[in-house]
């Protein structure tokens, strides 16, 4: 329920940022290979504790949804796990929950993830994947719990809808994207027309080996991790290859939303569409992010908007590299009544950051960051877990890992105001600002 | 049975040493990856503030980053961060920790870093001023504009009248509008001192270098008396409680507290134990009682959850229930959906099924923490600014073992009963209509 309140001084720098840089260090051996039924499984073992985390991620996140029945995604995966192969929900949770096993589930706009941690022991370990392969491979998609998880998302929509941080996220991803799938979101109408049939259809159309990435680590060997795999993907449906999304537009003009709003704080956002995973432009992105407004407490806009002026808990910018060009967002809450103020102090610094570009002490700075503290990114079987699947599901090399910190340091101040000047069009900026003084 | 099948993963590295100046270390050896977590532990936190002061513990720990006599405002984040490091810092009810985490070789860094502002901080009334306005952004952030937030404030000060758990640790936003930076002072003073402080290691590391290390940097700071501890006892309460808080937000909702006992001395008690059982079965995993029966069975909810933690410098603790009802359902309807439940377990008990599956997953979630270092670090540095030692942690599988079911309703019998409740509702007031439609204006910059 509700832990210690504990008050972390600037949540953005905890969780802004895990998606991004994937890197490998020296021990982390990777191993790839297909199935036979054609998914593509990365693998590291380690043995040092008695655990295994799993993970399959299927291209069918919400861009595979249409405007009409956005959260068909979403919902599809959430389903898989409400009955399988005969075993009912409550089965489902109580098995799992009798071996301490986790199951988990992710989905996003790319990938629709099921993760499995569990003792490496038997019997637990079988058990567990008993239970996660049923899930993945032979869902039954109960009607009366159809029924019963659309009632409890439409409530949930609609309180989303008088939150002013869902509203203002929701009406950034519209203005940002415009008709592409990326723009879409779930609403109470488009999930009341989502049917069982939309389910068996969707999960037949993406849930197949081809689609699917399979990232495995710890404690079993190569031969087991090969045997998992198999088992985790020889009965999913026989499907094409999911099509490629299609291209984002670019914003034409400028667009700024002013939603009204009772709470205390403006809760505004900036931003554009940004990169795509693998675009060469990636590395110069992200170090100057994190210059910009990725670092934490020594980022720019930190400095200006909080450090300087007080006017803000928060304030952040990212790139959440995508299949296609995923957003680049500043975004920051503030009361009302200084709206305008921290608005312009963020346009100021981002226009001046553009203009100028970083110094090469920034430019050090950040490098120092981001390669000395590079172990930590890999200092446990979930972060890796985490790397493994987005290598996998990015077609991203073999080597990223290795290579991360050299791409890091290549990095010149040059580079940066070149490809945030031709990727960021801070004249055609998507602004929005929910809650605004009156 | 099951825990006998997993030795060599209790405790097999951990080391405690004390300075002179009474501070402790405890260091524990995780040599899975080249990586540290340090953590420094002040047992200082809303717990020991007075009124008119709230929220000044968690304000010292934003003064924290401002500068020392070497330190210039800010740069301590800095050094870490161009050290390859992340920091930051929080502050409870029982405690306030600052942390980094670090490529192994860093730790010396981070020891004098941490060492210097322990005594040489500069809390100059220009920072002050910047830095209360952020943290009154903070108050508005987590709280003021989130409905269940000001239920769960509003239901701590419902449930305490004269223990300070009754205050927000964020503190009342009067209170932080005069605060000022002698309160600050005040504050750190009071409670900054070697001999009110625990270094916690986690890592890659030689735990006789930690304590060489440790020994060099906090070993010179001279011990003050800290301040005065009153006891502040809650009074007895004496029939049920009911507030309602009318905030925006669309669905309504309900947070319910019964009076309970903390773990107060680990040799001999063994109610919390139980209750935490208690509140596995109802809310352990999906299936538990109240998410299957309530969610899934008669839908009167779309939400549920129960929750008890043993844990409190306090010595003060609260079994806790809450729920978001079905649209339809009133927060009436799941008042007496969740009580139906409590009254289930004490006429009729839990079976050793179900006390079976949430012991599993308590045996299961020690493996698993090993996977985090600094989760393993938090452990040690909670118990032991709460007042109990981190050494609990290798009785408590067995502990919970030992609980029988009877145990278990025994204890529900004795304290889910109505006249220690606090029961707090939402009201749920409509964003005006018109206020959603946005306004879309062309912004040529």
């Keep these: 329920m509700r832990a210690d309140m504990n008050l972390f001084k600037n949540l953005a720098l905890l969780t802004a940022g895990l998606l991004f840089a994937v890197q490998a260090y020296a021990g982390v051996k990777i191993e790839n290979w297909q199935t036979s039924t054609g998914a593509d499984v990365y693998f590291v073992e380690n043995h040092d504790l008695p655990i295994i985390d799993i993970s399959v991620n299927f291209a069918a996140g919400s861009a595979r949804d249409t405007v009409e029945k956005a959260g068909l995604s979403a919902i599809t995966r959430h389903m898989t796990t409400t009955g399988a192969a005969g075993m009912s929900e409550e089965e489902i949770s109580k098995r799992m929950a009798d071996i301490g096993a986790i199951l988990g589930g992710e989905h996003d706009m790319d990938r629709a993830g099921f993760k499995l941690r569990t003792l490496s022991k038997l019997p637990e370990r079988e058990q567990a994947l008993d239970i996660y392969s049923k899930i993945i491979q032979q869902p039954d998609f109960p009607e009366a719990i159809l029924q019963r998880e659309k009632t409890r998302i439409i409530a949930n929509l609609k309180e989303s809808a008088t939150k002013p941080d869902s509203i203002s996220s929701k009406a950034f991803m519209k203005a940002v994207y415009g008709d592409h799938p990326y723009g879409f979101s779930s609403e109470p109408e488009t999930v009341a027309a989502i049917g069982r049939a939309d389910l068996l259809q969707f999960y037949q159309a993406y849930y197949s080996a081809n689609n699917a990435v399979i990232a495995l680590i710890g404690d079993m060997s190569r ?46 956002l900036l931003g554009y569409p940004g990169v795509s995973r693998g675009d060469p432009d990636y590395f110069p992105l992200y170090v100057g992010n994190y210059i910009l407004g990725g670092g934490g407490f020594v980022s720019r806009l930190t400095e200006e908007v909080r450090e300087k002026r007080g006017l803000v808990y928060s304030v952040y910018s990212y790139f959440m590299p995508m299949a296609v060009e995923g957003p680049f967002q500043i975004g920051l809450q503030t009361k009302k009544e200084q709206g305008e103020e921290a608005l312009k102090v963020v346009r100021d610094t981002l226009d001046g950051f553009m203009q100028k570009g970083v110094t090469e002490a920034e430019l050090k700075a950040a490098k120092q960051n981001i390669i000395g503290g590079f172990p930590l990114r890999l200092d446990s079987n979930a972060k890796i877990l985490d790397y493994l699947a987005v290598i996998g599901f990015y077609k991203l090399p073999l080597t990223y890992l290795d290579d991360f910190n050299k791409e890091v340091d290549k990095v010149t101040t040059a580079q940066i105001k070149d490809a945030f000047n031709r990727r960021i069009n801070t004249d055609n900026l998507v602004t929005v600002i929910v809650g605004t003084a009156q | ?313 306090g010595r003060q603790s609260l079994f806790m229930l809450e729920g978001t009802p079905s649209q339809g359902k009133t927060v009436a309807d799941l008042e007496a959906a969740l009580l139906q439940q409590v009254e289930k377990i004490k006429s009729s008990g839990v079976t050793a099924e179900e006390l079976q599956r949430v012991k599993a997953q308590v045996i299961a979630a020690d493996v698993y923490k090993r996977d985090s270092m600094f989760y393993q670090a938090m452990e040690i540095g909670q118990l032991e600014t709460m007042g109990y030692s981190w050494k609990i942690l290798d009785d408590y599988q067995a502990r919970l073992e030992a609980v029988t079911p009877e145990q278990v309703q025994e204890v529900a019998r004795k304290y889910l009963v109505r006249d220690v409740l606090t029961v707090a509702t939402l009201d749920p007031q409509p964003i005006e209509p018109k206020t959603n439609k946005p306004q879309v204006n062309p912004h040529a910059r």
């Design chain 1, 223 to 268: 031969e087991q991790a090969a045997e998992i795999a198999e088992r985790l993907t020889a009965a999913l449906p026989k499907a094409a290859s999911a099509p490629p999304l299609s291209a984002v537009g670019l914003p034409q003009q400028a667009v700024e939303q002013r939603i009204e709003h009772p709470a205390s704080q403006s809760h505004i």
């Design chain 2, 1 to 313: 049975m099951l825990v006998a099948m997993l030795p060599g993963l209790l405790h097999a590295a951990t080391h405690e040493f004390k300075l002179d100046n009474g501070m402790r270390i405890i260091v524990q050896e995780d040599h899975r990856s080249p990586v540290v977590v340090s953590q420094v532990w002040y047992r200082a936190g809303s717990i020991d503030e007075v009124n008119g002061k709230t929220g000044v513990a968690h304000v010292l720990e934003h003064m924290m980053f401002k500068g020392t006599k070497e330190i210039k405002p800010g740069q301590f984040s800095r050094i870490i961060a161009a050290a390859g490091g992340r920091e930051n810092a929080f502050t409870g009810r029982d405690y306030t920790a600052y942390f980094q985490q670090l490529e192994k070789s860093q730790l010396p860094l981070s020891i004098r870093l941490e060492a210097d502002r322990m005594h040489n901080l500069v809390l100059t009334e220009e920072e002050f001023a910047k830095e209360i306005k952020v943290v009154m952004e903070e108050r508005r952030w987590r709280t003021e504009d989130k409905a269940q937030a000001q239920v769960y404030e509003q239901f701590n000060a419902a449930v305490y009248n004269a223990h300070p758990y009754g205050r927000p640790i964020v503190g009342w936003m009067n209170d932080l509008e005069h605060m000022t930076a002698a309160d600050a002072r005040e504050w750190y003073k009071y409670w900054y001192t070697p001999n009110n402080a625990l270094l916690v290691v986690v890592g890659d590391v030689d735990p006789q270098e930690v304590y060489k290390l440790a020994k060099k940097h906090f070993g010179p700071i001279k011990p003050r008396p800290v301040a005065e501890r009153k006891p502040q006892a809650e009074p007895e309460q004496k029939g049920e409680r009911r507030i309602v808080v009318k905030a925006q937000a669309e669905l309504p909702y309900i947070l319910m507290g019964f009076r309970a006992p903390a773990l107060n001395d680990p040799a001999s008690d063994w109610e919390p134990y139980a209750l935490e059982l208690l509140a596995g079965v109802l809310d352990g995993n999906a299936s538990a009682r109240l998410n299957q029966e309530l969610v899934r069975d008669s839908q009167t909810a779309i939400e549920v959850g129960a929750g008890y933690s043993m844990l409190s410098r």
